[in-house]
T-cell receptor
């Protein structure tokens, strides 16, 4: 069964450093999303992406964040200058054309020290 | 924006009992309501969903009900098994490729 994959599974970084989280969505899906989950809290929407541009973004997704689809398979989330409060589990999700169902990857646990 | 409330936050049941998790939503434009199961260290996995044109949907031991007038929906798990132990999240969206708004999650513990 096709699935969303994410790398790395864990990332530890120093405050102020840049991190790139990578995702490979399900191959025939066209809509891509990033969510995050701070420990013990609900899953929160960050950004959605379609046709090589951002469709929607939340208040969390400020100028420190960016997304990119550098090739036909990868979808990345970049945090330019990490802050302590960026520590969270980051989930990538994808859905097919016209599909409401979003399929989530296993997540990347980011720890900012 | 949409706000989804979920309760209880924790639920302990004996194996074989039923479990019910309830959610309410605020935006009457929401019309798609998925439920996700998250096991430790893994991403949310879709287990069942319901759209606003139906009031109930069932898949083996799992069922979801929706009351659009009251803006609430519920997950019912019958004949619970230890492997049902996980965190369950409800969510709501306006359909299509709209974003999902999640509830805070319910930790379900099924004791043998």
């Amino acid at each position: 069964e096709p699935e969303v994959t994410q790398t790395p599974s864990h990332q530890v970084t120093q405050m102020g450093q840049e991190v790139i989280l990578r995702c490979v969505p399900i191959s025939n899906h066209l809509y891509f999303y990033w969510y995050r989950q701070i420990l013990g809290q609900k899953v929160e929407f960050l950004v959605s992406f379609y046709n090589n541009e951002i469709s929607e973004k939340s208040e969390i997704f400020d100028d420190q964040f960016s997304v990119e689809r550098p090739d036909g398979s990868n979808f990345t989330l970049k945090i330019r200058s990490t802050k302590l409060e960026d520590s969270a589990m980051y989930f990538c999700a994808s859905s097919e054309m016209g599909g409401e169902t979003q399929y989530f990857g296993p997540g990347t646990r980011l720890l900012v020290l | 924006g949409e706000n989804v409330e979920q309760h209880p936050s924790t639920l302990s049941v004996q194996e074989g009992d039923s479990a019910v998790i309830k959610c309410t939503y605020s935006d009457s434009a929401s019309n798609y309501f998925p439920w996700y199961k998250q096991e430790l260290g893994k991403g949310p996995q879709l287990i069942i969903d319901i759209r606003s044109n139906v009031g109930e949907k069932k898949d083996q031991r799992i069922a979801v009900t929706l009351n659009k007038t009251a803006k609430h929906f519920s997950l019912h798990i019958t004949e619970t098994q230890p492997e049902d132990s996980a965190v369950y999240f409800c969510a709501a969206s306006k359909g299509g490729y709209s974003t999902l708004t999640f509830g805070k999650g319910t930790m379900l513990l099924v004791s043998p």
